[in-house]
Each structure stands twice: as structure tokens, then as C-alpha cells.
């Protein structure tokens, strides 16, 4: 087994926050959700920066209030495992 490096897990992340940099609405247009106006944001970079510089694998589910969705993370430690970042209606 090996173990996710830093970097790997900078790039993990950084590829979420893309997505949500440009979300794409049901109705077609684009949203940026990583604007720090949004209630999620600074708990999903807490998560992040534990998720970075910890050892263990990280997930769960928060309540984005603002698009009224729930997000679904799992942040895997493992090479073999793959991250999982979901947005869900509940």
C-alpha cells in the first residue's frame, strides 16, 4: 500500500475547487461556489487543509444552505483508493 504524498493530496483538492469555481446550474449558466460569501466555504477548506496535512482518510457530508444541496466527500489516503466530491439533492 502506498500512501498519498502531499502534493497528490494539494492536487486532489485543487482539482475540487475547480469545480466548484465553475459550477454549471440546471439552468445552464456558471457559478462560481468558491466565493468566500458562501456558508461551506470555510468549512470545506478546513477540511482541506486537514485533509493535506494529515494521515488519515476524510469524509463525510455537508449542507451547502446556499444551492440547498448536500455535499458528499470522501479524501482517501491511499493510491488505491479515489476521491469521491459529490454534490446531491436530498
Known amino acids: 500500500m502506498e500512501y498519498l504524498n502531499q502534493q497528490q ?24 461556489l468558491w466565493n468566500n460569501q458562501y456558508t461551506f466555504i470555510p468549512k470545506i477548506k478546513e477540511i482541506f487543509k486537514n485533509y493535506i496535512y ?15 444541496k448536500y455535499i458528499e466527500y470522501r479524501l482517501p489516503v491511499l493510491n488505491t ?3 469521491l466530491f459529490v454534490i446531491r439533492i436530498k
Open 9 to 32: 493530496k494539494i492536487d486532489i483538492t485543487l482539482s475540487i475547487a475547480k469545480k466548484l469555481k465553475f459550477y454549471e446550474t440546471p439552468k445552464g449558466g456558471i457559478i462560481n
Open 54 to 68: 494529515g494521515d488519515i482518510q476524510i469524509s463525510g457530508e455537508l449542507y451547502f444552505e446556499e444551492i440547498g
Open 81 to 83: 483508493k479515489k476521491p
